[in-house]
Antibody, heavy 117, light 111 residues
Framework: EVQLVQSGAEVKEPGESLKISCQGFEYSFTDYWIGWVRQMPGRGLEWMGLIYPGDSDTIYSPSFQGHVTISADKSISTAYLQWNSLKASDSAIYYC??????????WGQGTLVTVSS | KFMLTQPHSVSESPGKTVIISCTGSGGSIASNYVQWYQQRPGSAPTTVIYEDYLRPSEVPDRFSGSIDSSSNSASLTISGLKTEDEADYYCQSYDNNNRDVFGTGTKVTVL
């Protein structure tokens, strides 16, 4: 069965860096786009960007470009979402999901990121 | 900028039908596929409709999707409403640069 398994919850202070991961199982990781989605507490889904692990082609939402970096290591079927300097407003649940013809058909379990001093 | 707007909430009694709208602005909603996701509290979203009207095999046929080009909107219809349908629902599509967008989300309450 296709699975996306995300890294565990993180608690960080403002200004710290962070890299969270999303590992794919039971499918050809290099053949499908992976998207990242933010959900702030009590709020809706926000699309952050996409990566194609086969060649690391990346597309960002203008709302997130410059503040996060999306990358992938196809040798270990893992995509990443990275911050160089976290803000309190980055506190949210972050989901990765596999994209097929515009549809996100499999989702990770989500990673809770808490940024607080 | 392509945006999708949904009603904040809808509510109806068990057995009834609810229709959730998803209105596009800044582009034609008919240009690219629309998906609908269900999200229950504490869980990741799951697809209930993809490619405008297709339904994953595990989703009951009480769920249906449609596109209305004249109003630049998509709709999710849930018929024979059940208590288990109580959740948040999001539409999603993308622009011609493959930038995705999610709708604002609709909370469905089963009275």
């Amino acid at each position: 069965e296709v699975q996306l398994v995300q890294s565990g919850a993180e608690v960080k202070e403002p200004g710290e860096s962070l890299k969270i991961s999303c590992q794919g199982f039971e499918y050809s990781f290099t053949d499908y786009w992976i998207g990242w989605v933010r959900q702030m507490p009590g709020r809706g889904l926000e699309w952050m960007g996409l990566i194609y692990p086969g060649d690391s082609d990346t597309i960002y939402s203008p709302s997130f470009q410059g503040h996060v970096t999306i990358s992938a290591d196809k040798s270990i079927s893992t995509a990443y979402l990275q911050w160089n300097s976290l803000k309190a407003s980055d506190s949210a649940i972050y989901y990765c999901a596999r994209r097929v013809s515009g549809n996100y058909d499999y989702w990770g379990q989500g990673t809770l990121v808490t940024v607080s001093s | 900028k392509f945006m999708l707007t949904q009603p904040h909430s809808v509510s109806e009694s068990p057995g009834k039908t609810v229709i959730i709208s998803c209105t596009g602005s800044g582009g034609s909603i008919a240009s690219n596929y629309v998906q609908w996701y269900q999200q229950r509290p504490g869980s990741a979203p799951t697809t209930v409709i993809y490619e405008d009207y297709l339904r994953p095999s595990e989703v009951p046929d009480r769920f249906s999707g449609s596109i209305d080009s004249s109003s630049n909107s998509a709709s999710l219809t849930i018929s024979g409403l059940k208590t288990e349908d109580e959740a948040d629902y999001y539409c999603q599509s993308y622009d011609n640069n493959n930038r995705d967008v999610f709708g604002t989300g609709t909370k469905v309450t089963v009275l």
